[in-house]
């Protein structure tokens, strides 16, 4: 077959349009809109509770390159929400797993599998390399580390949080809105008291912030609809309610407010 052979005029082969045939029908996304997707790339950091539904949608939704941050293997206990993966791969890297059943959802999407822990020494290169960052972490050193990064290095990052039934989000584009830091300034001193091992999490939760974190990746990435800038969602599963709450730039902030303590990548996550 020649270069371009099946192509639509619009760029599109056959099999595309009949992938993302919902997508193109949307006018706020369409051709163009799916243009943009299957030129950009996303890094997810952790490929867990919410990296999974966050990584499954952007592979669907035909994001041209995805990179998949973990340094786990499966374990028993993520099997009840982490639905990336399955019993057999108990063991198994999560980066692995995760790119199986990616690439079996949509070959067409480049997969970059990167078995190392999100860290000062390897974050600037891993955000350096993508268009947006997601948070799919458990633990407070990663996301406080996330946070300062992308802010440091104006990537635009998709956060999100959950814990037993609730679950927070809201995105930043570095250095421009209110970051995480201008809702939690500091660390919480006792990270494990606060962590879904100790406290738990409600399985269908994660699903629920990761669809959420990935309708927000999709409309950075193609200009649709209003990204929760400068706005915490949060969500109470148990009362099924949502309440959004404006959050504005604080000139108080020790990444992005007016006199920042934290101005390089030897102080991030701190």
């Known amino acids: 077959m020649t270069a371009g052979a099946g192509r639509t005029p619009c760029g599109l082969t056959d099999e595309q349009r009949r992938r993302y045939s919902r997508h193109l029908a949307i006018p706020e996304l369409g051709e163009e809109g799916q243009a943009r997707l299957a030129a950009a790339s996303v890094l997810v950091v952790g490929l867990g509770g919410l990296g999974s539904p966050v990584a499954l949608y952007l592979a669907a939704a035909g994001v041209g390159r995805l990179g998949l941050v973990d340094m786990d293997v499966v374990e028993t ?6 639905v990336l ?10 980066t692995a797993s995760a790119a199986a059943k990616l690439a079996a959802l949509n070959p067409e999407v480049e ?3 990167h078995q190392v822990r999100f860290s000062r020494e ?4 891993l955000v350096d390399a993508y268009d947006v960052v997601v ?14 990064v992308c802010v440091l290095r104006r990537r635009t990052l998709v956060e999100a949080a959950i814990l037993r039934f609730t679950g927070l989000a809201m995105t930043v584009r570095g250095g421009e809105t209110a970051c995480y830091r201008c809702v ?4 919480p001193e006792d990270d494990a008291a ?5 406290a738990g999490v409600f399985g269908p939760l994660a699903g629920l912030m990761g669809c959420v974190q990935a309708c927000e990746v999709v409309k950075v990435l193609t ?18 309610s949502f309440h959004e709450v404006a959050v504005d730039r604080d000139p108080g902030c020790p990444v992005c407010g007016e006199r920042p303590r934290i101005t390089g990548l030897a102080a991030a996550g701190t």
């Not at 390897?122 to 290169?125: E, H, K, V, Y």
């Open 77 to 82: 206990s993520n099997l009840q929400r982490q």
């Open 85 to 94: 993966h399955f019993t057999d791969d108990v063991g198994r890297p999560k």
């Open 111 to 113: 997969l970059v599998p």
């Open 122 to 125: 390897t974050a600037a290169a």
């Open 135 to 148: 948070t799919a972490v458990d633990n407070f050193p990663a996301r406080f580390l996330l946070n300062d």
């Open 184 to 187: 939690f300034p500091e660390m």
């Open 194 to 198: 606060g962590s879904p091992a100790a």
């Open 223 to 240: 200009g649709a609809g209003s990204p929760l800038y400068g706005r915490l969602l949060q969500v109470d599963v148990a009362a099924m």
